[in-house]
Nanobody, 123 residues
Framework: QAQLVESGGGSVQAGGSLRLSCAAS????????MAWFPQPPGKEREKVAV????????SYADSVKGPFTISRDNAKNTLYLQMDILKPEDTAMYYC????????????????WGQGTQVTVSS
Protein backbone atom coordinates (compact mmCIF):
# COMPACT_ATOMS: atom_id res chain seq x y z
CA GLN A 1 0.00 0.00 0.00
CA ALA A 2 1.56 3.28 -1.12
CA GLN A 3 1.83 6.01 1.46
CA LEU A 4 2.97 9.64 1.43
CA VAL A 5 3.69 11.53 4.63
CA GLU A 6 4.41 15.27 4.62
CA SER A 7 6.34 17.12 7.29
CA GLY A 8 8.18 20.39 7.82
CA GLY A 9 5.28 22.81 7.97
CA GLY A 10 4.94 25.45 10.65
CA SER A 11 4.51 29.13 11.40
CA VAL A 12 6.96 31.66 10.03
CA GLN A 13 7.12 35.40 9.49
CA ALA A 14 7.00 36.92 6.04
CA GLY A 15 10.37 36.72 4.33
CA GLY A 16 11.27 33.51 6.11
CA SER A 17 11.90 30.02 4.78
CA LEU A 18 10.60 26.50 5.27
CA ARG A 19 11.55 23.15 3.80
CA LEU A 20 8.77 20.64 3.37
CA SER A 21 9.42 16.92 3.04
CA CYS A 22 7.26 14.12 1.69
CA ALA A 23 8.35 10.60 2.63
CA ALA A 24 7.11 7.89 0.29
CA SER A 25 6.74 4.16 0.83
CA UNK A 26 5.03 1.14 -0.68
CA UNK A 27 5.89 1.71 -4.34
CA UNK A 28 8.86 2.30 -6.65
CA UNK A 29 9.42 5.97 -5.87
CA UNK A 30 11.68 6.86 -8.80
CA UNK A 31 9.21 5.55 -11.40
CA UNK A 32 6.69 8.33 -10.85
CA UNK A 33 6.52 12.08 -11.11
CA MET A 34 5.45 14.08 -8.07
CA ALA A 35 3.96 17.45 -7.31
CA TRP A 36 3.13 19.87 -4.51
CA PHE A 37 -0.36 21.29 -4.09
CA PRO A 38 -1.04 24.07 -1.60
CA GLN A 39 -4.65 24.56 -0.53
CA PRO A 40 -5.29 27.99 1.01
CA PRO A 41 -8.22 28.35 3.43
CA GLY A 42 -11.51 28.25 1.54
CA LYS A 43 -9.87 27.60 -1.83
CA GLU A 44 -9.12 24.61 -4.03
CA ARG A 45 -5.78 22.86 -4.28
CA GLU A 46 -3.54 24.24 -7.00
CA LYS A 47 -0.44 22.57 -8.37
CA VAL A 48 2.61 24.80 -7.91
CA ALA A 49 5.62 22.54 -8.53
CA VAL A 50 6.24 19.32 -10.43
CA UNK A 51 9.25 17.04 -10.77
CA UNK A 52 9.83 13.99 -12.93
CA UNK A 53 10.81 10.59 -11.62
CA UNK A 54 14.50 11.06 -12.25
CA UNK A 55 14.54 14.45 -10.57
CA UNK A 56 16.09 16.32 -13.47
CA UNK A 57 13.01 18.06 -14.92
CA UNK A 58 10.90 20.52 -12.96
CA SER A 59 8.10 22.97 -13.60
CA TYR A 60 6.62 25.75 -11.48
CA ALA A 61 3.53 27.91 -11.38
CA ASP A 62 4.36 31.55 -12.10
CA SER A 63 3.28 32.49 -8.57
CA VAL A 64 6.15 30.53 -6.98
CA LYS A 65 8.80 30.58 -9.69
CA GLY A 66 12.01 31.72 -8.06
CA PRO A 67 11.28 31.48 -4.33
CA PHE A 68 10.22 27.79 -4.37
CA THR A 69 12.40 24.82 -5.38
CA ILE A 70 11.18 21.27 -5.78
CA SER A 71 13.64 18.40 -5.52
CA ARG A 72 13.75 14.71 -4.69
CA ASP A 73 16.18 12.19 -3.28
CA ASN A 74 15.37 8.85 -4.84
CA ALA A 75 17.80 7.05 -2.56
CA LYS A 76 15.75 8.25 0.42
CA ASN A 77 12.32 8.04 -1.27
CA THR A 78 11.71 11.64 -0.30
CA LEU A 79 10.35 14.69 -2.08
CA TYR A 80 11.17 18.23 -0.94
CA LEU A 81 9.88 21.75 -1.38
CA GLN A 82 12.24 24.55 -0.36
CA MET A 83 10.20 27.69 0.17
CA ASP A 84 12.05 31.00 0.49
CA ILE A 85 10.86 34.61 0.79
CA LEU A 86 7.53 33.39 2.11
CA LYS A 87 4.52 35.70 1.92
CA PRO A 88 1.24 35.68 3.88
CA GLU A 89 -0.55 34.52 0.73
CA ASP A 90 1.56 31.33 0.81
CA THR A 91 -0.42 30.27 3.90
CA ALA A 92 -2.02 26.92 3.05
CA MET A 93 -2.15 23.23 3.75
CA TYR A 94 0.52 21.73 1.51
CA TYR A 95 -0.06 18.31 -0.02
CA CYS A 96 2.31 16.12 -2.00
CA UNK A 97 1.02 13.71 -4.61
CA UNK A 98 2.40 11.12 -7.00
CA UNK A 99 1.08 9.90 -10.32
CA UNK A 100 1.58 10.06 -14.08
CA UNK A 101 1.56 12.80 -16.69
CA UNK A 102 2.22 15.30 -13.92
CA UNK A 103 3.47 17.99 -16.32
CA UNK A 104 0.19 18.05 -18.19
CA UNK A 105 -2.86 19.97 -17.01
CA UNK A 106 -5.91 17.93 -17.95
CA UNK A 107 -4.20 14.58 -18.49
CA UNK A 108 -2.37 14.45 -15.16
CA UNK A 109 -3.53 11.70 -12.85
CA UNK A 110 -2.49 11.64 -9.22
CA UNK A 111 -2.91 8.25 -7.58
CA UNK A 112 -1.72 8.87 -4.04
CA TRP A 113 -1.85 11.90 -1.76
CA GLY A 114 -0.36 12.74 1.59
CA GLN A 115 -2.34 14.04 4.55
CA GLY A 116 -0.90 17.55 4.26
CA THR A 117 1.28 19.82 6.36
CA GLN A 118 0.18 23.31 7.43
CA VAL A 119 2.21 26.38 6.52
CA THR A 120 1.26 29.68 8.11
CA VAL A 121 3.02 32.91 7.16
CA SER A 122 2.38 36.00 9.27
CA SER A 123 3.01 39.58 8.19
Amino acid sequence: QAQLVESGGGSVQAGGSLRLSCAASGYTFSNYCMAWFPQPPGKEREKVAVINGGGYTTSYADSVKGPFTISRDNAKNTLYLQMDILKPEDTAMYYCATGVRCFLVREAKYTYWGQGTQVTVSS
